[in-house]
């Protein structure tokens, strides 16, 4: 059990749920409702059942998941979502922010050997957890929110230095509450619009996006957080005719690529939205607008953006037909059709999320929400033909 109110510093363990005991390969017995590929053969998945969380990973393509839940004494109020209150950087290093519900403590959980085991320390904030991010095993962040105030949101930044063990807070968006004096030029985090993500390339310089005043807003850093400065000329209004909403994904730089990244901005227009990108090729001081060649979508996916493995090879779906493109979304060529994904898709006609983590191997999670029911499936032909794990 958790005792709470203990100092940050604690170094309880929680063991995994599951006995480490090399009789640990399960089937997932849980709805998923998230996942990430963490190299071409391993991933993770998981789904919370009766508030407890159910973590499950493979390193063999699918063919055998162990599960890495940490212990059922640790309740979670919502399942958690990918870089917002979970975050691996490799398949032994990860992190799982439990936020404060009722009477309990937000918590972090962090292992450092694949789930084996996970230690436990508890979290100066009180707020709720909106983005989470780790640049290496020893560097990290965490957004929390104050959403008391309907017109605005006290928004703290918490950072380790020490892999999770320990955390203070980098930043405030309120100055009157911040113990930092900050200097002429520089610049709190908003305190108003929609908190998108939180990323960083290294200890040092980091990307917050938000929707504000109705319009997507990228904020960077140079020291770790302690300053933010909002880019003026990421976003392009002229870009876009007549878009009476506008729908901003994470910040996203390529796997094992500092340079390059990217930035999906879907528009809508009446009941129809649309996606294009913005690409940079310089660490996210430029960003260049990307339109891409894709038809208006309506119904239940049309809020689901391209997928880019780097700056040119991307894939989409339209109507259970997948989507490819090498050239930045210039030109979209459509892959033979499926007739394993199609069915699939008429069956769970939801498609949770898309992800690519080589030219040739890609997961998609699909799931029908009215009998809370998913599947997760896997291609190897990139986007050709399709398995259920």
Partial sequence: MINQGESSENKHEAPASAAQNGSNKYQIQTRLTDFQLLS????????????????????????????????????????????????FIDPYNGWIVRNAAGSGDAIVLRTSDGGTTWKIASFPGTDQVTAMYFSDAENGWILSEDNSDSGHSVRTLFKTEDGGATWGPAITSNTASSNRVASPKSSMLPDNGVAVSLSFINKNEGFFNVVKDGQPALYVTKDGGADWQRKDNFFQPSKYKKCTLFDVKNVTFFQGNHQ????????????????????????????????????????INEGLAPTFLNSQE???????????????????????????????????????????????????????????????????????TWQVL
């Fill in 40 to 87: 071409a053969t391993t991933g993770l998945a998981w789904g919370c059942t009766r508030s407890e969380l159910r973590l499950y990973i493979t390193q063999d393509n699918g063919k055998t998941w162990t599960n890495i839940s940490p212990a059922a004494s640790v309740q979670f109020p919502r399942t958690p979502e990918y870089g917002k209150d979970i975050f």
């Fill in 314 to 384: 991307g894939w989409t779906i339209l109507d259970s037909i997948v989507y490819h493109t090498v050239d930045q979304g210039k030109t979209w060529g459509p892959l033979p059709e499926s007739s394993k994904l199609k069915g699939t898709l008429r069956n769970y006609p939801e498609i949770v999320k898309l992800q690519f983590f080589t030219s040739q191997v890609g997961w998609l999670l699909v799931a029908k929400e009215d009998q809370k029911r998913s599947l997760l499936l896997q291609t190897k032909d990139g986007g050709v």
């Fill in 260 to 299: 390059e990244g990217w930035i999906p901005v879907g528009c809508s227009r009446g009941n129809a939205s649309k996606f294009n990108g913005y690409f940079t090729k310089d660490s996210g001081n430029n960003w260049q607008f990307a339109a891409f060649q894709l038809s208006w979508q309506t119904g």
